[in-house]
């Protein structure tokens, strides 16, 4: 399968490992009378093995460069997978998403923690002011100690916000680096192999048409070294090829389970923080395995907080409009129109509040 094309790609040639050795640190061995001497190399190779296969190197290293050259000049054709290449560049993207997915999710929690220093800082003040400073009235207190505990509450599932999120993050973050960037690092190494396949497929190329009306031995003994200088690099490649497709399927399965479960996760802690359910939050993180950070909470008002918050408000019962009317030895107002009874009634701040009418 093979194409031209003007795509432009780094080109990653093998590292020559063997030339990191100490020449100066070989031992010589002496071999026969005639004062001839072999290099031992450590491996096995004596000096001469050493040097045709730094002679090979070579003119491999040769032919890849000006195979990427020609690639790059768009003279030479090239072997293309395009659905490999498809999935490589769907991997890509979906990098950036959850790079930038990561990202905002750590810009909700910065904002959340500024949220908690300001929330607590505030509960404090109320239930200070409630503990019976002299220049607010005592009728204020009950509102003032109410409206702390909601703060506090509020405080309770904003840690544990934080903590989905710190975990939602993670979890991307571990995802990034452990898979697919684990899959990306083998893109390299098969583009590699691929080069110095094409190298030696058009070197063979080039050995046909060059000894087209030949000779008929010399042409087949040259076809025969660039085929059998070919099939190791052809075997190598569809290795490389190979191990890369099942990366990247692997990594589609990881990628799917990994992600519904860390989306799940996410959207019950914030349904849970907005709606105000305390132990939802909870049992979200406990079903997650999320550490439940420890917090300031009212347990005797996280009940009635959850049902209703306005009902911390109201701490004692309070006596209706027409009751304190009675008291005071006002007389009820007679409605001498049948349907002005029928009218609904306007609601009572001062009620909903807890502030007693000092009026």
């Known amino acids: 399968m093979a194409a031209v094309s003007s795509e432009s790609a780094p080109a990653v ?6 030339l990191s050795e100490d020449a100066e640190a070989l031992p010589v061995v002496p071999q026969g009378d005639e004062g001839l001497k072999v290099v031992d190399t450590g491996s096995g190779m004596t000096f001469m093995e050493r040097a045709t296969d730094f ?13 990427y050259w020609w690639e790059r000049t768009s003279r030479r054709g090239r072997t293309v997978d395009m659905q490999l290449t498809d999935q490589v560049f769907k ?6 998403a959850y790079v930038a997915m990561a990202k905002r999710a750590l810009q909700m929690r910065n904002t959340l923690l500024s949220m908690e220093k300001t929330h607590t800082d505030l509960a404090y003040h109320l239930r200070d002011m409630s503990a019976g400073n002299s220049e607010i009235p005592s009728s204020l207190h009950p509102a003032l100690a109410g409206t702390s505990r909601v703060h506090l509450n509020i405080l309770a599932r904003n840690k544990m916000l934080v903590a989905a999120l710190e975990s939602f993050s993670h979890n991307i973050t571990t995802l990034i680096r452990a898979a697919i960037d684990d899959t990306l690092a083998q893109v390299p190494t098969y583009k590699a192999v691929r080069i110095e396949y094409d190298a030696y497929r058009n070197a063979l190329e080039s050995t046909r048409l060059q000894y087209e009306g030949s000779a008929v031995a010399a042409r087949e003994r040259a076809v025969k070294l660039a ?25 589609e399965q990881n990628e799917a389970s990994v ?16 709606s105000g359910k305390t132990e939802v939050m909870i ?4 079903e997650f395995h999320v550490k439940i950070p420890k917090v300031i909470h009212d347990s005797s008002s996280s009940a009635a907080a959850e049902e209703n918050p306005f009902q911390l408000l109201s701490v004692r019962p309070k006596k209706s409009r027409a009751a304190h009317r009675e008291s005071n030895g006002e007389s009820q107002p007679s409605h001498s129109n049948s349907s002005e009874g029928s009218r609904p009634q306007s609601v009572d701040l001062l009620a909903v509040t807890g502030v007693e009418d000092s009026s």
């Open 55 to 67: 002679k090979s190197w070579g003119v491999t290293q040769l032919m890849c460069a000006s195979q």
């Open 283 to 286: 049992q979200c993180l406990k």
């Open 13 to 18: 040639l093998p590292d020559d490992d063997d």
């Open 259 to 274: 992600m519904r479960k860390q989306l799940v996760l996410l959207h019950n802690a914030v349904c849970a923080f907005y």
């Open 91 to 96: 991997i890509r993207d979906s990098r950036s």
């Open 227 to 251: 085929e059998e200088n070919l099939q190791p690099r052809f075997e190598r490649f569809q290795v490389v090829r190979h191990e890369l497709l099942v990366r990247v399927r692997f990594l």
